[in-house]
């Protein structure tokens, strides 16, 4: 799994009962080390994805940077598995924020994140980053919105698509009511309250 030479296994037999109380052998622990230790620019990767709110020429440079760090790990993926949640927590939370802000400039501000996001899912596979998405039924209005938006002859806009239909995904599957999502019914109720 590392490229490192490793010593046979021992089998354990029934006649063999030592070896079941034994402790770990060092050099499976020193694996488990190895591998947190292997994903060195975690820390950078996510200090960049928190300047990915701003928009503008930094965000994609700092995208750039991180798809480039991401894609040296596409080969043993699994290696990023200890900083997932540290990476697609903050870069949703930037998606967010700019879905529920809405506007016309957004498709602009969403397209370094959600090149990042696009850039996990196909290092590490959707279902495994899928994980770490939040499932809120409040974002389901923006997010649906945000989809409406984007023009489809625009080639540029099919990584923002990808990303926020990977998100859908999930708070779709979350039971609510739908009274809760959807605006237009809540300002005709409090419309209708306030001319009683």
């Given at each position: 799994?590392?490229?490192?030479?490793?010593?046979?296994?021992?089998?354990?037999?029934?006649?063999?009962?030592?070896?079941?109380?034994?402790?770990?052998?060092?050099?499976?622990?020193?694996?488990?080390?190895?591998?947190?230790?292997?994903?060195?620019?975690?820390?950078?990767?996510?200090?960049?994805?928190?300047?990915?709110?701003?928009?503008?020429?930094?965000?994609?440079?700092?995208?750039?940077?991180?798809?480039?760090?991401?894609?040296?790990?596409?080969?043993?993926?699994?290696?990023?598995?200890?900083?997932?949640?540290?990476?697609?927590?903050?870069?949703?939370?930037?998606?967010?924020?700019?879905?529920?802000?809405?506007?016309?400039?957004?498709?602009?501000?969403?397209?370094?994140?959600?090149?990042?996001?696009?850039?996990?899912?196909?290092?590490?596979?959707?279902?495994?980053?899928?994980?770490?998405?939040?499932?809120?039924?409040?974002?389901?209005?923006?997010?649906?919105?945000?989809?409406?938006?984007l023009a489809p002859e625009?080639?540029?806009?099919?990584?923002?698509?990808?990303s926020l239909m990977v998100?859908?995904?999930?708070?779709?599957?979350?039971?609510?009511?739908?009274?809760?999502?959807?605006?237009?019914?809540?300002?005709?109720?409090?419309?209708?309250?306030?001319?009683?």
């Amino acid at each position: 799994f590392f490229f490192r030479s490793q010593r046979p296994k021992q089998m354990v037999s029934p006649t063999n009962n030592e070896s079941l109380n034994a402790p770990p052998e060092p050099d499976a622990v020193d694996e488990v080390v190895e591998a947190r230790l292997l994903f060195t620019e975690a820390e950078e990767a996510a200090q960049l994805i928190g300047s990915l709110g701003g928009g503008g020429d930094e965000a994609a440079a700092a995208a750039e940077r991180v798809c480039t760090i991401l894609d040296r790990y596409q080969e043993q993926p699994g290696v990023l598995d200890p900083a997932l949640e540290l990476l697609v927590v903050p870069l949703l939370s930037v998606v967010r924020t700019l879905a529920h802000a809405g506007g016309a400039a957004v498709s602009a501000s969403l397209r370094p994140p959600c090149r990042v996001m696009y850039t996990l899912c196909k290092v590490r596979g959707y279902k495994t980053v899928v994980k770490f998405v939040p499932h809120e039924a409040r974002d389901l209005e923006p997010l649906v919105g945000l989809l409406g938006t984007l023009a489809p002859e625009d080639g540029d806009t099919w990584q923002i698509s990808y990303s926020l239909m990977v998100w859908l995904s999930m708070v779709v599957m979350v039971p609510f009511d739908l009274s809760i999502i959807d605006s237009s019914a809540a300002s005709a109720a409090s419309a209708s309250s306030s001319s009683s």
